[in-house]
């Protein structure tokens, strides 16, 4: 699944749209007649970078020595430097590798140092707020993208930034208008990738679809297209579908053999699917290609479902020492339910007060409330985690559990269950816990009036759009 901080997926939002403002299009020079020679791996990143593409890694890391080159010999290029900034942006989220943001930073502070932002380095600026987004600090990146939009309306890069800015600052109404601005400039598999997670934030799953097909077809790159296809099984695992999720993840890896994101939704879809014997070498693999936060705790409450709690244990172990940027959500739901409730209240209270205000904050920070005993005020944030659009299913249990703490019974009923409809193997831990809890509420009681059996059994459901 993907989570925010990616949502994220597993990307650095926005970065490879910034990438395509502050790329310089060169053409080398060839002597006599007949046409040029193929672009070599560091001009693909760039010709990708102004299509609004997604680069290969191999190209993206040969334009990032290409960079660095240049400038060994023109410090004074603030172009490259903003360019070179957002491409280590870019990598650093792809390879979900934080030691690529100091340096990221360090690039685009210089960047701004040879040309202020005063002075119209709105490149450097994008990168900025690309850069914030990346790290989780939404405040900045909303700051730095409303600069440049202001400055620039019709510079198409700034709403990417924007529309992850306000995501996670839970100001949805302004990332939908911000998403019809970028429609508006742009088109591509970008726009429409984009397009499809904004349908699916909003509950429109069929329009969610529809887009992310578009994106498919009209990817210009393998690494584009494996993106896309990556989108696809995602939307499928989350309506509960993990035979259609594991052709779609299948397909990307045939385009891209250790794309992080495929890798680790095959792995998800063979365990639901029951197929453990494959699904633990899968997440292993995974992990080693690209170990996110929300990965290592999905893989070790796969490892505790099947008893195995020692394994499960390192990976949690892992989390917990590991250096991340925007990891807070994972972290609080580990130490919600593996570790210290306490803990992670005061984490995702911290979180909220920062100004991350997503429905996956307010998911997380309900469920930490309601593990440590503040089991009112957790319901709250639950409700605010469901009532958006997202159709989530781990959202859904945990209102249900925090309403059946409350003896809501009709309530809980009717969330766990419209839980396990979503997707009945949402988490190899909490499906069968919510399955129990499910049970353990019993049947309606005949003694009810009709009217209010009738409110009981009633299942929320979002209006399609069309």
């Known amino acids: 699944m993907k989570t925010e901080n990616v949502s ?110 005063a002075s ?20 900045t990146a909303k700051e730095w993208g409303e600069r440049v939009r202001k400055a620039d309306p019709r510079r198409w890069p700034a709403y990417p930034v924007l529309i992850d800015a306000y995501n996670g600052l839970g100001e949805y109404k302004a990332a939908q208008k911000a998403m019809e601005s970028l429609e508006g400039l742009h088109a591509g598999a970008m726009v429409r990738g984009r397009a499809a997670l904004t349908y699916r934030d909003r509950g429109w799953r069929e329009d969610a679809d529809a887009a992310a097909l578009d994106a498919v ?14 989108r696809l099984g995602d939307l499928a695992w989350e309506r509960g579908e993990p035979e259609e999720a594991l052709g779609q993840y299948g397909a990307a890896l045939r385009l891209v053999r250790d794309h992080g994101p495929s890798l680790a939704g095959r792995a998800r879809a063979l365990a639901a699917l029951g197929r453990t014997e494959e699904a633990l070498p899968a997440w292993q693999a995974a992990l080693a290609r690209l170990p996110l936060p929300e990965y290592l705790l999905e893989a070790g409450e796969l490892y505790e479902s099947l008893g195995r709690d020692a394994e499960a244990r390192a990976l949690y172990e892992r989390l917990r020492a590991g250096s991340w940027a925007g990891a807070e959500v994972p972290l609080g739901l580990l130490e919600a339910d593996h570790g210290d409730p306490a ?6 209270r911290a979180e909220w007060a920062r100004g991350h205000r997503s429905v996956r904050a307010a998911d997380a920070l309900g469920w930490a409330l309601y593990r440590s005993g503040a089991t009112k005020e957790a319901l ?20 249900g559990e925090i ?22 193997e949402f988490s190899p831990l909490h499906a069968r816990r919510a399955e129990s809890s499910l049970a353990a509420l019993g049947e309606l009681s005949d003694e009810l009036p009709a009217e209010l059996r009738a409110e009981a059994l009633a299942r929320p459901t979002k209006a399609p759009r069309r």
């Open 8 to 117: 994220r997926t597993v990307l650095a939002a926005g970065v490879g749209a910034v990438l395509a403002a502050t790329a310089l299009l060169y053409v080398p020079e060839f002597a006599g007649q007949g046409p040029p020679p193929p672009p070599g791996p560091a001009e693909r990143a760039v010709i990708a970078a102004h299509a609004g593409a997604q680069a290969s890694l191999p190209d993206l890391a040969a334009l990032i020595a290409d960079r660095e080159k240049w400038l060994r010999d023109h410090p004074d290029d603030e172009a490259s430097w903003a360019e070179l900034g957002a491409a280590y942006t870019e990598r650093g989220g792809r390879l979900g590798d934080v030691r690529d943001y100091p340096r990221a930073e360090r690039a685009l502070r210089r960047s701004l140092a040879e040309r202020p932002a």
């Open 120 to 139: 119209g380095n709105l490149e450097a600026q994008l990168g900025v707020g690309a850069l914030a987004g990346a790290r989780g600090d939404w405040r």
């Open 217 to 230: 077809v009209l990817a210009e790159t393998d690494a584009e297209k494996t993106a896309a296809l990556a």
């Open 343 to 348: 803990a992670a209240a005061v984490r995702m």
């Open 380 to 399: 709250g944030y639950a409700k605010r985690a469901t009532e958006e659009g997202l159709r989530s299913a781990l959202f859904l249990y945990h209102r």
């Open 403 to 424: 309403e059946r703490s409350l003896d809501q019974r009709g309530p809980a009923r009717r969330h766990l269950e419209e839980a396990l409809r979503i997707n009945p």
